[in-house]
């Protein structure tokens, strides 16, 4: 699936970008979205979890860092 983003995205959309929601079903309330956009060079797939029902302290940014997040916004990580 990802792969075909990749390939046809830019040819189908020029300029747009594209995404799905994720569902675990371990945590089934808390959704991903990973999108893609051909426009960021070597960081055209995004992954973002919604974090907002966390109180954001150091040691959870930390626990989240180690499991692979690397940034946090408004709406999550």
Request: glycine content about 10%; some cysteine.
């Amino acid at each position: 699936m990802l792969a075909s983003w990749a390939k046809q995205i830019p040819v189908q959309a020029p300029g747009d970008w594209v995404g799905c929601k994720l569902w675990n079903a371990r945590e089934w309330g808390r959704s991903m979205i990973l999108s893609y956009t051909h426009e960021d060079e070597g960081c055209e797939f995004h992954m973002a979890i919604d974090d907002r029902g966390w109180e954001q302290t150091w040691q959870r940014q930390t626990k989240m860092r180690e499991h692979g997040w690397q940034k946090l916004d408004e709406h999550g990580w």
